[in-house]
């Protein structure tokens, strides 16, 4: 057998790694000049700018007791209109400036905002940070999207049934679809409303780049307005990610700046073509697009389910970023559920138990497997080693274990390999038959060999069934795949002796996995 076969895996460039790794991480670093600069400042601007934010909320919250006394917020909800509409449009709108004013804010406002009835929705991106509700204040604060759970805020709840939000309950196994069909009523409402402003990306990045826009904003098929947000400061003190500095670090340090720019540009109104209308992700992706365009930055598939694993990572003792695999590409292409991802995850971890940094080497996965290394463990970790770096990575776990190992998993695969097992064909393998088989093909000793017999054998009868066999590779779909591979580079040895070419031999060497990768997913590029 050569020391190296040819083996060039076509990577599907959907599956590709995206181009921010993690958008979730808030890496600022302060050198001694920052916190010198800081501390000094912030004696002086912390407490003067507590005491006029304090002042300008003692003066916002009656306004805005006045402005909701007396009007539903749940039920038959009509928008507000008269002198009500006009307190929260011009007065409160002032006092919420005047706020971010008291915090040390220096707004700058590009391009113009459209009317409720040319745009009834506006889309803000990116989303990274609390206090990017700046940005509902320069809209002459539209309706929002928020919890149920928000209008119990002491003082802040107030401020927010002024905008009269279309309401999310956790508790209510409706509330996701009710959501969508009020911000559909609300945005077919022909200016009857005011605008609907959505933050799309549904949660807070560092900015690098553009994640995955939910949906919501886009099913009602209406023209939309984006809108982007820049923070264009040389200290980056208000980036509120799901890793980094904390929200009360964040907020005096923003606070012990001498000012904070925040640029807000409203672009074009983005009108729906017909299959946009049919299609809202491809409406969101397109909208996504021209914003990310405009900011200057790539866009990728991560969402915040990606957050979700990230945490279950860290959960897991393994590094939060093992998590982040882009879910909403991946699990489209595997066809993988949320739960399916967890489980794949904790899989993963149980394997990356002993190594650092969250990738497995083949030390580690031959130890995983109870094999040796061998030239066919070697073949199969490179299968898996989808960008050469000598380790398994979690994203490529996945698609390994989904691509490569899962579809090994057929009945008639499995029958073959089998059949390797069962010399006499008796239609069970004896522990005599399993050894000689590892022994002579994967170089495993009899230690190794008798626990993976034992875990096969569940009956402990002394021999395996197919059914034992088939039942074990479905739960460890990585050992299918180890037969299988044996298999090809059997037939592959035996081209290489019968003299083919060296590409007649690549040609044949890269058939099986082309067909596979095939077979489970589809080849466009996102």
Request: glycine share 4%.
């Amino acid at each position: 057998m050569p020391s190296q076969r040819v083996c060039a895996l076509p990577r599907q460039q959907s599956l590709l790694l995206p181009p921010v790794i993690n958008p979730f991480i808030q890496d600022t670093k302060l050198c001694k000049a920052d916190i010198i600069k800081c501390v000094l400042l912030g004696i002086f601007l912390v407490p003067v700018r507590a005491i006029l934010c304090s002042l300008v909320l003692m003066v916002t919250w009656p306004v805005a007791v006045i402005i909701t006394l007396m009007h539903p917020m749940k039920g038959a909800v009509e928008p507000m209109t008269g002198w009500r509409r006009f307190m929260c449009r011009r007065v409160m709108a002032f006092l919420g400036r005047a706020y971010y004013f008291s915090m040390g804010f220096r707004v700058v406002v590009k391009g113009k905002q459209v009317t409720s009835n040319e745009a009834p929705i506006l889309a803000v991106a990116p989303h990274s940070t609390f206090f990017d509700g700046i940005v509902c204040v320069v809209a002459g604060l539209p309706s929002t999207v928020s919890r149920t759970e928000n209008l119990a805020t002491p003082i802040f709840g107030r401020f927010i049934r002024c905008l009269q939000p279309v309401l999310v309950s956790r508790k209510d196994p409706d509330s996701r679809k009710n959501t969508i069909r009020e911000i559909e009523s609300r945005a077919k409402s022909q200016g009857h409303w005011p605008q609907v402003l959505i933050f799309p990306e549904g949660t807070c990045t560092n900015r690098s780049c553009l994640i995955t826009f939910k949906q919501g904003a886009f099913i009602p098929g209406v023209p939309v307005q984006p809108v982007v947000m820049r923070y264009p400061n040389k200290l980056d003190t208000v980036t509120w990610t799901w890793q980094g500095f904390s929200s009360k670090s964040l907020l005096l340090l923003t606070l012990s700046q001498l000012y904070t720019t925040v640029e807000i540009e409203f672009l074009p109104t983005q009108i729906p073509t017909e299959e946009e209308k049919k299609s809202p992700p491809l409406f969101a992706s397109a909208v996504r697009n021209t914003m990310a365009q405009a900011l200057g930055v790539p866009v990728t598939d991560h969402t915040y389910e990606d957050c979700r694993l990230m945490i279950s990572a860290g959960e897991l003792t393994l590094p939060m970023e093992a998590g982040l695999v882009e879910f909403t590409k991946i699990s489209r292409k595997l066809n993988l559920k949320w739960d399916n991802m967890k489980a794949e995850l904790e899989g993963f971890a149980s394997m990356a138990a002993s190594c650092q940094g969250g990738r497995i080497n083949i030390q580690e996965f031959s130890a995983f497997l109870k094999l040796p290394i061998t030239p066919v463990l070697e073949e199969l970790f490179a299968l898996f080693d989808r960008d050469g770096d000598g380790t398994i990575d979690f994203r490529e776990y996945v698609i390994g274990v989904n691509v490569l190992c899962r579809p090994a998993n057929t009945e008639e695969v499995l029958r073959m390999a089998f059949q390797l097992f069962d010399t006499d064909k008796d239609e069970r393998i004896t522990r005599e038959e399993f050894r000689a088989l590892l022994r002579s093909t994967l170089g495993v000793s009899d230690l190794n060999m008798a626990k993976l017999f034992k875990a096969i054998d569940v009956d402990a009868s002394g021999f395996i069934t197919f059914a034992e066999f088939q039942a074990f590779a479905m739960s460890h779909p990585a050992y299918a795949k180890l037969f299988t591979t044996y298999l090809e580079l059997q037939r592959y040895q035996a081209l290489q002796e019968s003299g083919m070419d060296d590409e007649e031999q690549a040609s044949y060497a890269n058939q099986s996995v082309d067909k596979q990768e095939e077979s489970t997913s589809d080849k466009k590029d996102d």
